[in-house]
Nanobody, 126 residues
């Protein structure tokens, strides 16, 4: 069993930055693929970013490419999402997700992930 706890959300003005953290329990973190998703009110939960266990594979949604950076520290069992140049349309609840097995494709699919955090709210004001 893996538990994920997100933190770092909050209210920020457009153009500002936030850094989200996701702390994972369990011994499988270092071998897990980790992802961030987000869900705006009335919308589906969408893929934001993925990082492989060794950090050799990183993918981003087109909407955040060049502004967001995903990283991980396996010694701390933590994955991060650095969000810069934030826009009002980035407002959402951000979720951390984990998968303990290899992902060969379709990494943006919610159903591939085995564990989810409770989410952290990010609000960007204009």
């Amino acid at each position: 069993q893996v538990q994920l706890v997100e933190s770092g959300g909050g209210l920020v003005q457009a153009g500002g930055s936030l850094r989200l953290s996701c702390a994972a329990s369990g011994r499988t973190f270092s071998s897990s693929y980790m992802a961030w998703f987000r869900q705006a009110p009335g919308k589906e939960r969408d893929f934001v970013a993925l990082i492989s266990a060794s950090s050799s594979r990183i993918y981003y949604a087109d909407s955040v490419k060049g502004r967001f950076t995903i990283s991980r520290d396996n010694a701390k069992n933590t994955v991060y999402l650095q969000m810069n140049s934030l826009k009002p349309e980035d407002t959402a609840v951000y979720y951390c997700a984990a998968r303990g097995r290899h992902i060969s494709g379709d990494y943006y699919r919610r159903d591939l992930y085995d564990y989810w955090g409770q989410g952290t709210q990010v609000t960007v004001s204009s």
